[in-house]
Antibody, heavy 121, light 110 residues
């Protein structure tokens, strides 16, 4: 059974960088059948797709976040990561990592449990 | 960007009732790019339907999806106690490449 688990600090100061890691178990992050992604949910913005990354490191992201977003993948650790720079209170949300199929698949079929991130001084 | 609108915001129904949830897009969405999710308090969203009308693995057949273009519907034929939750629709568009979600419909007990 595929499991995704987010980890990272729950509190980030304004203008600093938010860093999160997703650890994948029960399946191979190296599989060429899937994309891995980040999504977030807040009361103000609802559910929002942040970005997606492939095992090769190729990625694409929400245009609204692209200038502040860095994503990476470490297949040796079965992990992929997110770094969001210059955060503000608007980045306060529950952050989820998730998986989607690579070919003819436009939905997120497995999700982590989510991790709450608060941006506050 | 394509904006998704869901109605009603809240649906108050009794167990055994039929639930009809609407998702409307600001522009035409390919059916293959439309999905529905269920979310319960404190949990991550769970994929229910993909390609507008295909049930995800393990989803009971009381859930069905339909629609095309700008209007899509999720129907729960007979509500079970475990179906009380928030339901989101989601679409993918390729130009620019982006996933967007609707604001959700909450199904609560009458």
């Amino acid at each position: 059974q595929l499991l995704l688990q987010e980890s990272g600090p729950g509190l980030v100061k304004p203008l600093e960088t938010l860093s999160l890691t997703c650890t994948v178990s029960g399946g191979s992050i190296r599989s060429d059948s899937f994309y891995w992604g980040w999504l977030r949910q807040s009361p103000g913005k609802g559910l929002e797709w942040i970005g997606s990354i492939y095992s090769s490191g190729a990625s694409y992201s929400n245009p609204s976040l692209k200038s502040r977003l860095i994503m990476s993948v470490d297949t040796s650790k079965s992990q992929f990561s997110l770094r969001l720079t210059s955060v503000t209170a608007a980045d306060t949300a529950v952050y989820y990592c998730a998986r989607r199929g690579r070919v003819d698949s436009y939905n997120w079929d497995s999700w982590g449990q989510g991790t709450q991130v608060l941006v506050s001084s | 960007d394509i904006v998704l609108t869901q109605s009603p915001g809240t649906l108050s129904l009794s167990p055994g009732d039929r639930a009809t949830l609407s998702c409307r897009a600001s522009q035409s969405v390919r059916s293959s790019h439309l999905a529905w999710y269920q979310q319960k308090p404190g949990q991550a969203p769970r994929l229910l339907m993909y390609t507008a009308s295909s049930r995800a693995t393990g989803i009971p057949d009381r859930f069905s999806g339909s629609g095309s273009g700008t209007d899509f519907t999720l129907t729960i034929s007979r509500l079970e106690p475990e179906d009380y939750a928030v339901y989101f629709c989601q679409q993918y568009s390729s130009s620019p490449a982006i996933f967007t979600f609707g604001p959700g419909t909450k199904v609560d007990m009458k």
